[in-house]
């Protein structure tokens, strides 16, 4: 049950995109479609943004998108907006019933 | 609109227990799995545990599993970690949090309970 590796940090200015990057392993990423990513503003609760690696639920702008490609999932953001600036996390279905979360990615919006 | 409330928090020793507990609403609690996920201080999120809808399975972290026990109540719709033998490093806000149904993802959040194990 190691952690996702993510950047610890990435930045852009408004209107531009950003990718995070999630890796894991061929047991957890790479075996399942099930990633889901998770956005944290401080203080406050993480937010679903992403499920099943590219669905977003109800709500969610589509803006936020999702794929994966081997072990490494990746979430983009594109029209980047100053309220989408907080952490963000990755999480995969790891089987036997256990998930990995990965170690989080601090979103600056310049 | 659903809701999870997290109670129980506190200042405990280490190798002392605490029970940490979520009240759900807006929702069918027994027909949903249900996960606990906690928070070291300054620090990323960690998967701990999940329960099935109807309580009959319970899966841990290696890092709690033979410490920490996850129950639910679908009567009170009230889900619980009991949580024995605390260590430091077991300092951290817990968020009680909804399972997705049929997607592997945690679509809900409670606001968090800190549980702050000292030494």
């Known amino acids: 049950q190691s952690a996702l590796t993510q950047p610890a940090s990435v930045s852009g200015s408004p209107g531009q995109s950003i990718t995070i990057s999630c890796t894991g392993t061929?047991?957890?990423?790479?075996?399942?479609?099930?990633v889901s990513w998770y956005q944290q503003h401080p203080g406050k609760a993480p937010k679903l943004m992403i499920y099943?690696?590219?669905k977003r639920p109800s709500g969610i702008s589509n803006r936020f998108s999702g794929s994966k490609s081997g072990n490494t999932a990746s979430l983009t953001i594109s029209g980047l907006q100053a309220e989408d600036e907080a952490d963000y996390y990755c999480?995969?279905?790891?089987?036997?019933?256990?998930?990995?979360f990965g170690g989080g990615t601090k979103l600056t919006v310049l | 609109q659903v809701q999870l409330v997290e109670s129980g928090g506190g200042v405990v020793q280490s190798g002392g227990s605490l029970r940490v507990s979520c009240a759900a609403s807006?929702?069918?609690?027994?027909?949903?799995?249900m996960h606990w996920v906690r928070q070291a201080p300054g620090k990323g999120l960690e998967w701990v545990a999940y329960?099935?809808?109807?309580?009959?399975?319970?899966y841990y972290a290696d890092s709690v599993k033979g410490r920490f026990t996850m129950s639910r109540d679908n009567s009170k719709n009230t889900l619980h970690l009991q949580m024995n033998s605390l260590r430091v490093e077991d300092t951290a806000v817990y968020y009680c949090?909804?399972?997705?149904?049929?997607?592997?993802?945690?679509?809900?959040w409670g606001q968090g309970t800190l549980v702050t194990v000292s030494s």
């Open positions: 949090a909804k399972d997705l149904n049929g997607g592997y993802a945690l679509d809900y």
């Open positions: 329960i099935r809808f109807d309580g009959s399975s319970k």
């Open positions: 061929s047991s957890d990423v790479g075996s399942y479609n099930l």
């Open positions: 099943e690696g590219s």
């Open positions: 807006g929702f069918t609690f027994s027909n949903s799995g």
């Open positions: 999480c995969s279905f790891a089987g036997s019933t256990t998930w990995v």
